[in-house]
């Protein structure tokens, strides 16, 4: 028997697709856990993601507590790259092997694509989404955003890393008054 707490009834919804290159995200090379969870939360309260949304989360190998903690936190799953570019790639292979039936499901189809880095290695993808019909969301921060992924892209949003960190100090002092 089924405990109705557990049981999610998606009713057709529509859902994302989320690939998140956390190195880039974050702007560094070797982010903290912190700093993971921090655009972890960020990136879950700012794209409002659902139980149904399909969330990737990828590092180099030597960053696996952060990607880790990322991933948790967005109920996603993590991959790990190894070298230049490793994360990147894993991010790619991920996204390019989804298949046509689950984009285009009847009962829970795919309507958005979020991609969560600013190079300009993922711009084939965004536009690969693009073709297919599907708004594709670049979250980049300032400064590492490449043009032509920005073009290829439906829109952007930036993420910034002090301001998501001040936000959620402002949210934990107004839990700990509660």
């Given amino acids: 028997m089924w405990h109705t707490k557990y049981m999610i009834n998606f009713n057709h ?7 998140v290159d956390l190195e880039n995200l974050t702007g560094s090379c070797s982010p903290t856990e912190t700093e993971s969870r921090t655009a972890a939360n960020w990136l879950k ?3 409002g993601l659902q139980p149904q949304d399909h969330v990737v989360v990828a590092g180099d ?13 967005l109920n996603g799953t993590m991959r790990l790259g190894f070298g230049q570019d490793g994360a990147d790639l894993s991010l790619l292979r991920e996204a390019y092997a989804t298949p046509r039936t689950v984009l285009e499901s009847r009962y829970s189809p795919v309507n958005e694509v979020v991609i969560g880095s600013g190079d ?9 989404f693009r073709a297919l019909g599907l708004t594709v969301i670049v979250v980049s921060i300032r400064g590492s ?6 073009t290829a892209s439906t829109s952007v949003i930036y ?7 001040a936000e959620h100090d402002r949210n934990a002092a107004l ?3 509660a």
């Fill in 13 to 19: 919804a529509p859902r994302r697709l989320v690939y």
């Fill in 45 to 47: 309260l700012h794209l």
């Fill in 61 to 73: 190998m030597h960053n696996a507590l952060a990607v880790g903690s990322a991933s948790k936190i």
């Fill in 120 to 128: 300009g290695i993922f711009t084939p993808l965004a536009e690969h």
């Fill in 145 to 150: 955003l490449s043009l032509k992924l920005a």
């Fill in 159 to 165: 993420f910034d890393q002090s301001e998501a960190t």
């Fill in 175 to 177: 839990l700990l008054k």
